[in-house]
């Protein structure tokens, strides 16, 4: 009777510690990564090798430094991706009416840090229960459910209004 008792409490043990390590939540909020892998964004094939006319005249090579060969590695891939080098003061030419009209009514130099430290604090203050920092649960979602935006709600609002809409993923979990 004991020993049945025992098997059953192990079994019981060996649900709870399996469930705490399957996790339906993805876990793609950490932009780094974890491990020493190679990261695939880091590696752009340099541009062909030419064998300079004199040897005795080529730069002591310093950490850091430019290279002969690929002297603009930021600026070929952010053209790779489609995207535009910033100069200045950091904000496209293109771009200049945007950001003065987002801007109309005022803005913040400070906006990244001052949001980095107030999300900061709402995450210690959201950090989980004890066996959720125990076990390293991931609590993202739930820490900013009331902030998040119900897509299926804002869709039909929306389209009950007219308005011509993209799809949406379909409802999970009842939502």
């Given at each position: 009777?004991?020993?049945?008792?025992?098997?059953?409490?192990?079994?019981?043990?060996?649900m709870l510690v399996l469930t705490a390590c399957?996790?339906?939540?993805?876990?793609?909020m950490n932009v780094q990564s974890s491990g020493n892998g190679?990261?695939?964004?880091?590696?752009?094939?340099?541009?062909?090798?030419?064998?300079p006319k004199?040897?005795?005249?080529l730069p002591e090579p310093t950490l850091g430094g430019s290279n002969l060969t690929d002297p603009t590695p930021e600026a070929d891939a952010v053209?790779?991706?489609?995207?535009?080098?910033?100069?200045?003061?950091?904000?496209?030419a293109g771009d200049g009416a945007l950001v003065n009209h987002a801007a109309r009514y005022g803005r913040s130099a400070s906006i990244r840090p001052d949001l980095a430290a107030e999300?900061?604090?709402?995450?210690?203050?959201?950090?989980?229960?004890?066996?959720?920092?125990?076990?390293?649960?991931?609590?993202?979602?739930?820490?900013?459910?009331?902030?998040?935006?119900n897509q299926q709600a804002e869709l039909q609002r929306w389209r009950s209004r007219g308005a011509r809409t993209v799809s949406a993923p379909p409802a999970q979990n009842g939502e």
């Open positions: 009777m004991l020993a049945g008792k025992g098997a059953l409490a192990v079994a019981a043990l060996a399957g996790g339906g939540e993805p876990r793609l190679p990261d695939e964004f880091a590696i752009l094939p340099p541009k062909a090798l030419e064998m004199d040897l005795q005249t053209a790779a991706l489609g995207g535009r080098l910033t100069t200045g003061a950091g904000i496209p999300d900061l604090a709402f995450r210690s203050d959201n950090n989980g229960r004890i066996l959720e920092r125990l076990f390293n649960v991931n609590v993202y979602f739930k820490a900013y459910r009331r902030q998040s935006l």
